[in-house]
T-cell receptor, first 114, second 114 residues
Framework: DGGITQSPKYLFRKEGQNVTLSCEQNLNHDAMYWYRQDPGQGLRLIYY???????QKGDIAEGYSVSREKKESFPLTVTSAQKNPTAFYLC?????????????FGQGTRLTVV | AQSVTQLGSHVSVSEGALVLLRCNYS??????LFWYVQYPNQGLQLLLK??????LVKGINGFEAEFKKSETSFHLTKPSAHMSDAAEYFC????????????FGTGTQLKVEL
């Protein structure tokens, strides 16, 4: 089945540690996105990528990093510089053109800093 | 900067009543517009999208939305609410030629009461 897979579903991290969230898609989509979701704040864009080896900062990129070495994969690293990393993280992908412009989402990763 | 505003963070309706969730975008250029639904601890699912074709868009689960350029609005409606409609709803915007950046509103939590 085609779709987006995020792993792990739940992640615990100690303060000061970096952690990487995985996102893989087999939809052959060019664009991929990472969002952070906090109660009452909707989805805020962290980074997005339109094509392999290229990505742009979103609205809240500080403390995060990404890579896009393969079309299928867009991992997100939450670094120790992120002051408040506990949140629900969502990955999405979308195609090109009017007919394929909607985003498809993974099931999310809930990160908790302990 | 592209943005969408969702009026009302919480909306409560009776089962069988009309559902109306509001979304306004800020731009003089007609964008692509989307409505998504999210159930607890899950990713987002597309309800419907507007991509400059028909202004009245029908989606899944009996939802529809009308693009009104004069009001810069894209409100979501459903004639008769069902208990299973209780969820969080997000409006999102993308601009053609805007580099695939997808921006979400802050969401509206819909409660359906007996």
């Amino acid at each position: 089945d085609g779709g987006i897979t995020q792993s792990p579903k739940y992640l615990f991290r100690k303060e000061g540690q970096n952690v990487t969230l995985s996102c893989e898609q087999n939809l052959n989509h060019d664009a991929m996105y990472w969002y952070r979701q906090d109660p009452g704040q909707g989805l805020r864009l962290i980074y997005y990528s339109q094509i392999v080896n290229d990505f742009q900062k979103g609205d809240i990129a500080e403390g995060y990093s990404v890579s896009r070495e393969k079309k299928e994969s867009f991992p997100l690293t939450v670094t120790s510089a992120q002051k408040n990393p506990t949140a629900f993280y969502l990955c999405a992908s979308s195609g090109q053109g009017t007919m394929n412009t909607e985003a498809f989402f993974g099931q999310g990763t809930r990160l908790t800093v302990v | 900067a592209q943005s969408v505003t969702q009026l009302g963070s919480h909306v409560s309706v009776s089962e069988g009543a009309l559902v109306l969730l509001r979304c306004n975008y800020s731009s003089s250029v007609p964008p692509y517009l989307f409505w998504y639904v999210q159930y607890p601890n899950q990713g987002l699912q597309l309800l419907l999208k507007y991509t400059s074709a028909a202004t009245l868009v029908k989606g899944i689960n009996g939802f529809e939305a009308e693009f009104k350029k004069s009001e810069t609005s894209f409100h979501l409606t459903k004639p008769s609410a069902h208990m299973s409609d209780a969820a969080e709803y997000f409006c999102a915007v993308k601009y053609p030629g805007g580099g695939n950046k997808l921006t979400f509103g802050t969401g509206t939590q819909l409660k359906v009461e007996l």
